[in-house]
C-alpha cells in the first residue's frame, strides 16, 4: 500500500511488516499502527517509526546498543499478553531518540545537537507477531562499564 508522510513523503508499506501497538502510545493512544523506515544500508542504526494512523507522528528510534545500554527488563503479565510473547528471545527493544534540549543550548543550530535517548521508556517488540508497547517509567539501576576502544 502506498502511504503519503508529512516527513518522509510518499511511502510503500508492506502489510505484513507493519507493527501494532494495542494500546498506541502515551500522548499518542490513536496512534497503533507504525512502520520502521531506515537508510539505504547493510547495517542501519536509525530507524523512522511513521505512524500509518496519522501522517505527522514519526518517531527517530534505534537499539539501545547504540548507546552502550543493554535492558534486562521483567515484563508484566499484560505486557506479555499484549505482545503475544511466547519466547523472550522474540522481543526487541528499542528506545526513541531526540535531539537536545533547545533551553539548555539554545545557540546551538537544532541540526548540530547531540542526540539523547529516552531510557526510561523503551519500546518492546515481538518480531514474530509484530506486537509492541511502550514500558513507561522503567525503575532502573544503571551499571557501567569501562570499555576500551574497539570493544
Not at 528499542?94 to 523503551?122: C, F, W
Request: glycine share 4%.
Amino acid at each position: 500500500m502506498l502511504f503519503q508522510s508529512n516527513l518522509l513523503g510518499q511511502v510503500t508499506v508492506d502489510e505484513n511488516t507493519v507493527l501494532n501497538f494495542p494500546n498506541g502510545l502515551p500522548g499518542f493512544e490513536s496512534c497503533q499502527r507504525f512502520k520502521l523506515f531506515h537508510e539505504e544500508s547493510d547495517t542501519p542504526r536509525v530507524f523512522w517509526m511513521q505512524s500509518l494512523d496519522d501522517a505527522d507522528v514519526l518517531f527517530s528510534v534505534v537499539t539501545p546498543e547504540e548507546f552502550g545500554v543493554r535492558y534486562e527488563v521483567e515484563l508484566s503479565a499484560e505486557q506479555v499478553d499484549a505482545l503475544q510473547l511466547a519466547k523472550p528471545e522474540d522481543a526487541a527493544v528499542l528506545v526513541m531518540i531526540y535531539k537536545g534540549n533547545q533551553e539548555i543550548d539554545a545557540n546551538t543550530h537544532p541540526l548540530l545537537k547531540s542526540l539523547s535517548a529516552n531510557l526510561r521508556n523503551p519500546l518492546v517488540i515481538n518480531t514474530e507477531t509484530l506486537r509492541g508497547v511502550q514500558i513507561c517509567q522503567l525503575e532502573c539501576d544503571m551499571l557501567l562499564h569501562n570499555r576500551k576502544a574497539g570493544e
